[in-house]
């Protein structure tokens, strides 16, 4: 499952490095996906609806059993 995680965010990480920012993954547990948002994404106001309407939307669509997508600092 981490690689296709990996996979995924290899495909929207060039939309997010456009901006100056990129996404790393942290960990897999329990269904729920943490990763870390970097660069200009760590302090942007919209890095929650990048984290929710774009990596999560993205990342729940291709793989139903992950539950959520979590940002840790």
Do not use: F
């Not at 870390?36 to 939307?57: D, F, H, V, W, Y």
């Amino acid at each position: 499952m981490k690689e296709k995680v990996e996979k995924l965010l290899e495909e929207i990480r060039p939309v997010l490095m456009a901006d100056g920012g990129d996404v790393e993954l942290i960990d897999i547990k329990n269904k729920i996906v943490t990763v870390r948002l970097k660069g200009a994404c760590a302090g942007c106001p919209m890095s929650q609806m990048t984290l929710k309407n774009g990596i999560e939307k993205l990342i729940l669509k291709e793989i139903p059993e992950i539950k959520s997508v979590e940002n840790i600092e």
